[in-house]
């Protein structure tokens, strides 16, 4: 059996109680399993709260380039939509209130999932801007509608 000496530890084990390198390379990391769970779970609370904060500034840094690669928008057409609504839902006439950050949140890109199942959208089935609620809300419905009609037509 082969063994290995951890760098963490500094005892001498089995190769197998070290990962495998991403190449496949059986014990080819150099600190053993039990050191490099240690270590993760020191690391990342460490730096939980950095790399949250990292995340949260990437995304308010980023939001118009995710929307164009997201929604297929640009930051003109999202300006144009959002001064034709008056900076208001589509749905229910009211500002968005939610926050992220401290900052108000700007308004949620509504697509028709019919168009483009899942999270991006080509651009042409882009319908409006809503608030956090009414596109939280309009997604279950839209996931629901069939089975609401269903009950709705059984009557009483």
């Known amino acids: 059996m082969k063994t290995k000496k951890c760098t963490g530890c500094l005892r ?3 190769v197998d109680e070290f990962y495998a390198k991403s190449n496949g390379q059986p014990g080819g990391i150099a600190r053993c399993k ?10 990342h609370k460490a730096n939980r709260v950095e790399n949250l904060e990292k995340k949260k500034l990437y995304w308010l840094e980023n939001r118009n380039s995710i929307r164009v690669r997201k929604y297929g928008i640009t930051t003109e057409h999202f ?10 839902c589509k ?10 950050n401290g900052k108000v949140r700007s308004l949620c890109v509504d697509h028709d999932h019919s168009c483009c199942p899942g999270e991006r959208s080509c651009g042409k089935c882009v319908r409006g801007l809503l608030c ?14 069939d089975a609401v ?6 009557g009483i």
């Open 132 to 145: 956090l609620g009414c596109n939280v809300k309009l997604g279950w419905l839209e996931r629901r509608l």
């Open 12 to 14: 001498v084990l089995p």
């Open 79 to 88: 300006e144009a939509m959002f001064a034709a609504q008056s900076g208001l």
């Open 91 to 100: 749905i229910c006439g009211e500002p968005e209130t939610a926050t992220l």
């Open 149 to 154: 009609l269903a009950y709705l037509d059984t």
């Open 34 to 43: 039990s050191c490099k769970r240690t270590y993760g779970k020191k690391h």
